[in-house]
């Protein structure tokens, strides 16, 4: 149920049955799990499950996993890597939130929800590939990923929205898809190394201080109708 073992600060080690088919809400917050495979009976990884979980380097999560809850792995500051099913469709507020050594993330391609704030203080994070069925990405959702260096947009992406990617200091050029019409406020803010963007014609809105803070930026290509 919701909090089982929440605070449980000496836990490390947790062995599922076969049947169990279900994890409440903050089952784990706050133990010290280093690593843990999940049953393959859940289909879900419910808000804040693993929530200050200092200690948890690694986990496997099941490939019939299709969402995982808001803040769900926010401030397991260890975790370096992980695999999201390729079914996830899902991915809440904060999911990720502060997970400071996650390195490598690929997100699925039935991806179509990505809550605020999912990604923040990502500081290790490098590279990102924003799936197809993405629409909107929302406040803050990569806000201060202070190593991200590259993003590769599918078309199919049509907003970005408050602070999305500011404070992304390495992020040093961006190709924006052909579908997106809006870009959020500050969503490019304080990216310092951003030298060179292109805007598409699609953009219809370009929100206030979008790229405030951009102090290495050289070249603004606008091919936008009314920017």
């Known amino acids: 149920?919701?909090?089982?073992?929440?605070?449980?600060?000496?836990?490390?080690?947790?062995?599922?049955?076969?049947?169990?088919?279900?994890?409440?809400?903050?089952?784990?917050?706050?133990?010290a799990i280093d690593t843990i495979?999940?049953?393959?009976?859940?289909?879900?990884?419910?808000?804040?499950?693993?929530?200050?979980?200092?200690?948890?380097?690694?986990?496997?999560?099941?490939?019939?996993?299709h969402y995982i809850g808001g803040g769900a792995f926010e401030y397991c500051v260890l975790l370096d890597t992980i695999n999201?099913?390729?079914?996830?469709?899902?991915?809440?507020?904060?999911?990720?939130?502060g997970c400071v050594s996650l390195k490598t993330i690929v997100l699925s391609e039935k991806l179509d929800t990505v809550g605020a704030y999912a990604f923040r203080d990502c500081s290790s994070l490098k590279s990102l590939?924003?799936?197809?069925?993405v629409k909107v990405l929302e406040d803050g959702t990569f806000k201060n990923?202070?190593?991200?260096e590259?993003?590769?947009?599918?078309?199919?992406?049509?907003?970005?929205?408050?602070?999305?990617?500011?404070?992304?200091?390495?992020?040093?050029?961006?190709?924006?898809?052909?579908?997106?019409?809006?870009i959020g406020s500050s969503s490019f803010a304080n990216c310092q190394?951003?030298?060179?963007?292109?805007?598409?014609?699609?953009?219809s809105k370009i929100n206030h201080r979008a790229f405030e803070g951009c102090t290495n930026l050289e070249r603004v290509i606008v091919k936008a109708f009314t920017p």
């Open 1 to 31: 149920g919701n909090g089982a073992f929440c605070g449980c600060g000496a836990l490390k080690k947790v062995q599922f049955g076969l049947n169990v088919s279900y994890i409440g809400m903050s089952a784990f917050a706050g133990t």
């Open 37 to 65: 495979s999940l049953p393959n009976g859940i289909s879900r990884i419910e808000n804040f499950t693993f929530r200050n979980c200092a200690a948890l380097q690694s986990i496997t999560i099941p490939e019939n996993v």
């Open 84 to 97: 999201i099913p390729n079914i996830v469709d899902t991915i809440g507020s904060g999911a990720f939130d």
């Open 129 to 133: 590939n924003i799936p197809q069925k």
């Open 145 to 148: 990923c202070t190593k991200l």
């Open 150 to 182: 590259s993003i590769t947009f599918q078309e199919g992406l049509l907003k970005t929205k408050w602070e999305t990617f500011s404070g992304c200091i390495s992020l040093d050029s961006i190709v924006l898809p052909n579908s997106l019409n809006e």
């Open 193 to 203: 190394a951003l030298n060179t963007i292109e805007i598409p014609k699609s953009v």
